[in-house]
């Protein structure tokens, strides 16, 4: 066998050897655990503050917290994405220049974004807005620029090829910040402006490491390359993906603010917690997507269009089966669920946690069809689904929150990845029936 893997077999025209193998098996693995633990550290982080903070104080940093994400999305899409691709392609031979250059691009962002973050916690104060939903906010504008800081560090080390140290910065990150949240709580110290504050210093900590050890830190480690060409290809690649999730957001976090709004900042906590047992499966769902899509891209660009129609039938039935099984697991314990997690404290709202697994149950019927939409080198049809999907979500969270309180908001979520499912199944059927169509040379 190893004879047979030292020739060249031709999978994606790589040289595959059994060294090769088992480098890559390694880098996968320690990929995996990496990226495990970032959605670990923010399940944990939500999971623990749901229990220990008031209903009042979590839905405050519910509130904060879900805008934070929102504002790192655009970190994320004309940053982080376009270095992943830019960076490989074009700066391989200077690729410290390059990551200097991103250095200064993240400072000028986030000092935006912290800046508008800052403002608004402090208008929030002088006009009498809740005082923790004021205070929770300035909190997340002294998190937000280390937090992505560390977000940005660890997608370099990918870049240098290099990922057991993002999963050292993860351990180092993830232990500190539990360690902090206990001594807190123990200390009665616990807020949701502590808590962010807490989050921007481990990231802190845990950041100089992974910058020492790729280079940055190291004397004489060179000079920046120009700043604006690399501004301009980000913008380029990334302004797409900005519209796209910007709609995706509207359709999935609306509801918090509205329900913060039209019922109180204890709805809007308990929303949130309904929401993490689900978060669980939308994980899966996700790091399954990143399995499938370069062996869909595969066969879309050999013209095996058979073997396309058929991974998305699989992937579809394979993970709207789990998505299922785990909803009706939710539905079967969802008191006992809610028990175990927050201590009987949002037990009046349980019932709600299968509702909210609807969700990953959308996300699973709709990742074949997605996967296979991208892979056939069509992401303006993601702009569609998320287009349709916001306008959704925004008019069923105002009608049906007024309605029916919390519940509406939850199936007001629900409503905005079902419309997303739908425009997603219709693209890719017609997606299909054109590819029948194609001679498989046209495709290749």
């Not at 004489?220 to 290809?233: I, Q, T």
């Not at 769902?285 to 062996?295: C, D, S």
């Not at 929150?401 to 499912?421: E, T």
């Not at 693209?427 to 194609?438: D, F, I, V």
Request: proline share 4%.
């Amino acid at each position: 066998m190893s004879v047979i893997l030292q020739e060249k077999i031709g999978l994606l025209g790589v040289d595959l050897t059994c060294e090769r193998v088992r480098l890559w098996g390694i880098r996968g693995g320690l990929s995996v655990l990496d990226q495990g633990m970032a959605s670990g550290s923010t399940f944990l982080l939500n999971l623990l503050l749901a229990r220990w903070l008031t209903r009042d104080g979590f839905g405050a940093f519910a509130v904060a917290f879900t805008t934070l994400m929102f504002l790192a999305i655009y970190h994320s899409v004309l940053l982080l994405e376009p270095m992943a691709i830019m960076g490989p392609a074009k700066y391989t031979e200077k690729m410290i220049g390059y990551f200097l250059a991103q250095l200064k691009i993240h400072a000028i962002v986030v000092a935006t974004l912290c800046g508008l973050l800052a403002l608004t916690g402090g208008a929030m104060s002088a006009l009498g807005v809740h005082r923790e939903l004021a205070t929770a906010t300035v909190g997340s504008a002294l998190a937000l620029p280390f937090l992505l800081l560390l977000w940005l560090v660890r997608r370099m080390c990918y870049l240098v090829q290099q990922p057991s140290i993002a999963v050292w910065t993860s351990v180092t990150y993830v232990g500190l910040m539990l360690v902090g949240l206990v001594g807190l709580h123990a200390k009665q110290w616990l807020s949701p402006f502590s808590a962010f504050l807490w989050v921007g210093a481990a990231s802190v900590v845990a950041v100089p490491w992974p910058l020492r050890q790729i280079g940055i830190l190291r004397a004489g480690s060179g000079r920046a390359c120009p700043v604006m060409p690399v501004v301009r290809e980000s913008w380029n690649y990334g302004r797409w993906l900005a519209a796209s999730t910007t709609l995706l957001s509207v359709a999935s976090q609306t509801q918090t603010y509205l329900a913060a709004a039209m019922i109180g900042l204890g709805a809007a906590g308990a929303l949130r917690a309904m929401q993490i047992p689900a978060l669980v499966m939308t994980q899966v769902v996700a790091a399954v997507a990143l399995l499938v899509l370069p062996t869909m891209s595969y066969d879309f660009g050999r013209g095996r269009t058979d073997r396309l129609r058929s991974k998305t039938v699989l992937s579809t039935l394979a993970m709207t089966a789990l998505a299922t099984a785990y909803f009706v697991l939710l539905w079967v314990f969802a008191r006992p669920i809610e028990h175990l997690l927050y201590g009987g404290k949002f037990s009046a709202y349980a019932w709600l946690i299968p509702v909210l697994g609807l969700v990953p149950v959308c996300s699973g019927f709709s990742l074949g069809f997605a996967m296979a939409l991208r892979a056939a080198q069509k992401p303006h049809f993601d702009l569609l689904a998320n287009a349709v999907s916001a306008p959704v979500g925004l008019i069923t969270a105002l009608l049906f929150i007024k309605a029916w309180g919390l519940a509406g908001a939850a199936i007001s979520v629900v409503a905005g990845f079902v419309a997303s499912a739908g425009v997603l199944f219709l693209s890719s059927s017609k997606l299909m029936r054109e590819m029948q169509r194609t001679p498989k040379s046209a495709l290749a």
